[in-house]
């Protein structure tokens, strides 16, 4: 069966391999997309990461990621602004699919949730010129509520498509089965964000039972309790036909593992899921 | 300034006193409310507990806890509707405002998050009868998304209140500040609850930045980044005047701690929000 809807966010494979060595090893496992982190790009240089992906065909079905408007002063939210125009720009650059939004939390000493939101808003509303001219799609990934102080107050599907309404063309939604599982209006939120054209991206892992760490405890595909299957035929239902991105944090499990042990299993994994 | 808006839920002082300990701190620190759970209670004896709780005068703004109605099978099931029944009963006998239910995850083994919502219904619908017959209302709480694998698959105040009005009469909620502070649904739906006079309990501690652990790392009021005293407005806007209950599960800090400095910050810290 063909690995096409497949693509292993490199935040899976962070403590095994470089951007380039990540590459290879997926396409020794027929793996033709992936998803790369800034710091990654960084570190291996933006025009060899460019030149690696073109050259072995890879797609970017995303690149992680702008966001982290909210700071405590003017000054701080300029800042973001820049950083999140130049993360377009190296999208744009990579041919990424989208730049995923993880969209920051509350300000330093802040207990005001909504104003971080309105920061958010504002922020978005701020590059989003660039990122049309650019052509640069803006994907929102709503995080689990247990994220909403430090990392982001975007923290369901309906609020992130609400914001989507609220700025028009070039956002949509990053919709990751580990943040929305639990949401009594996921079905409805899907649904909706395929009517409004919002999709797009689709990030897979799993949820542990027990989940030992906030941040760095996500269960490989069939570890845990998420209904992936009818996730995906919600995803289906709603018109995304788009690679399944696998996202996995896991300081005590799959990091310490071997990157071809885990891009294996992403692998068996997933065609166990396909079948 | 006086304590009646003060109420302690005895897991906060779990570790340092058995529940006729806790009344006697309770009442030194000038506190007339508690929330004691089932095993406290079990421990201590029922007839014991009843005739301290009298006694010394003691409201007790909750029972903890019914719930956890789904399960793997229907004898599961039944078993967890005998459970509840008894625990009304024991709130009955104690002269509890309400039992507080924490309504259950997944059963063992399932995906079906949609099915064990329905278990949750169905099992609060069985044991309503017998709940009314004593006089004793039901507060559906709302637990944190992070928990909707392993403790409460009832997640939101909306979801919680939609509930409440397929169930009817008898039926409210327990608000914990913790669970719900970040739902950007909040405002709106404390105000409903209020409309519907279904707001039975009102739970304060905090959230940390960082949350080190999923379960055991609730703040102390004022150490983290809950708006109190906007929540608290909107709660009583909504015409909730009741206590605030203290509830702070904290195995690396308060429970380490001596009962009465527990016990003394938490007056300090309600004082300190309500000037």
């Given at each position: 069966?063909?690995?096409?809807?497949?693509?292993?966010?490199?935040?899976?494979?962070?403590?095994?391999?470089?951007?380039?060595?990540?590459v290879e090893a997926c396409v020794r496992h027929g793996i033709r997309a992936i998803d790369p982190w800034r710091?990654?790009?960084?570190?291996?240089g933006l025009v060899e990461s460019a030149r690696v992906i073109k050259h072995n065909g890879m797609r970017l079905?995303?690149?992680?990621?702008?966001?982290?408007?909210?700071?405590?002063?003017?000054?701080?939210?300029?800042?973001?602004?820049?950083?999140?125009?130049?993360?377009?720009?190296?999208?744009?650059?990579?041919?990424?699919?989208?730049?995923?939004?993880?969209?920051?939390?509350?300000?330093?000493?802040?207990?005001?949730?909504?104003?971080?939101?309105?920061?958010?808003?504002?922020?978005?509303?701020?590059?989003?010129?660039?990122?049309?001219?650019?052509?640069?799609?803006?994907?929102?990934?709503?995080?689990?509520?247990?994220?909403?102080?430090?990392?982001?107050?975007?923290?369901?599907?309906?609020?992130?498509?609400?914001?989507?309404?609220?700025?028009?063309?070039?956002?949509?939604?990053?919709?990751?089965?580990?943040?929305?599982?639990?949401?009594?209006?996921?079905?409805?939120?899907?649904?909706?964000?395929?009517?409004?054209?919002?999709i797009f991206a689709h990030h897979i892992c799993d949820w542990l039972v027990p989940t030992r760490d906030l941040?760095?405890?996500?269960?490989?595909?069939?570890?845990?309790?998420?209904?992936?299957?009818?996730?995906?035929?919600?995803?289906?239902?709603?018109?995304?036909?788009?690679?399944?991105?696998?996202?996995?944090?896991?300081?005590?499990?799959?990091?310490?593992?071997?990157?071809?042990?885990?891009?294996?299993?992403?692998?068996?994994?997933?065609?166990?899921?396909?079948?």
């Amino acid at each position: 069966m063909s690995l096409d809807g497949l693509s292993i966010n490199l935040a899976t494979v962070r403590t095994h391999y470089n951007l380039g060595q990540a590459v290879e090893a997926c396409v020794r496992h027929g793996i033709r997309a992936i998803d790369p982190w800034r710091d990654q790009v960084a570190t291996f240089g933006l025009v060899e990461s460019a030149r690696v992906i073109k050259h072995n065909g890879m797609r970017l079905t995303g690149y992680c990621r702008g966001g982290m408007f909210p700071a405590a002063d003017a000054k701080g939210r300029a800042a973001a602004i820049d950083d999140n125009k130049r993360a377009i720009d190296e999208a744009a650059t990579l041919g990424a699919d989208c730049l995923v939004l993880v969209c920051g939390g509350l300000p330093p000493g802040s207990r005001d949730i909504s104003a971080a939101r309105r920061m958010v808003a504002d922020g978005i509303a701020a590059i989003l010129p660039h990122a049309r001219a650019a052509k640069m799609p803006l994907a929102i990934e709503p995080l689990h509520p247990m994220y909403a102080a430090d990392r982001n107050c975007i923290n369901t599907l309906g609020q992130a498509l609400d914001l989507c309404d609220e700025l028009g063309d070039g956002v949509g939604v990053a919709i990751d089965v580990y943040h929305v599982w639990w949401d009594p209006d996921l079905a409805a939120q899907i649904a909706r964000a395929g009517r409004e054209k919002r999709i797009f991206a689709h990030h897979i892992c799993d949820w542990l039972v027990p989940t030992r760490d906030l941040l760095n405890d996500r269960g490989m595909m069939g570890d845990g309790v998420i209904d992936l299957k009818g996730f995906r035929a919600m995803i289906e239902a709603a018109g995304f036909h788009g690679p399944q991105e696998v996202e996995i944090f896991s300081t005590e499990n799959w990091w310490k593992r071997s990157g071809d042990e885990v891009i294996a299993t992403c692998v068996e994994r997933y065609l166990l899921a396909s079948a």
